[in-house]
Structures are given as structure tokens and as C-alpha cells.
């Protein structure tokens, strides 16, 4: 059975920010999303806790155009 978790809880364990150990790629962060389990972006290093801060409160302003909606014709 699946277990209920708050949308905030999902978001919060959502996203990775790894950063690069390419060659002169030391100032740049991949950011990995778990739950589409692809790359989302390539940001500097120094940028990425706005970045997750932003996300947030994207994430939490579309919570609720993903719910389905329950009308039923008349």
C-alpha cells in the first residue's frame, strides 16, 4: 500500500545538485530530479540553493493543477 506524503515531502527529496568534477568544470552543479529521473540543468556551483528555492515554490503552486478533478456529468 502506498504511503501518503505531503507534497512538500516529495519536494523536498525531489532534487540532487551534484557538483561537476570535469576538468574546469569546478564552479558548475548538476541538478538531477529524482522523479522524472533525468538531468534538469547545469547551473553555477554558487547558484544552487536559489535555484532549489525557486523550484520550491514551483512545485508548490502547481500542487494543485496536477490533482484530477471528481465532476461527474449530470
Not at 507534497?7 to 540532487?16: D, E, F, G
Request: hydrophobic letters at 45%; proline letters at 4%.
Amino acid at each position: 500500500m502506498a504511503r501518503f506524503q505531503p507534497t512538500s515531502a516529495v519536494n523536498a527529496s525531489r532534487y540532487i545538485i551534484v557538483p561537476c568534477e570535469a576538468d574546469g568544470a569546478s564552479d558548475l552543479a548538476v541538478i538531477w530530479d529524482r522523479l522524472e529521473e533525468q538531468v534538469v540543468d547545469v547551473i553555477s556551483a554558487a547558484a544552487s540553493r536559489r535555484y532549489s528555492d525557486e523550484d520550491l515554490l514551483w512545485d508548490e503552486g502547481r500542487a494543485a493543477e496536477s490533482a484530477p478533478e471528481w465532476r461527474m456529468a449530470a
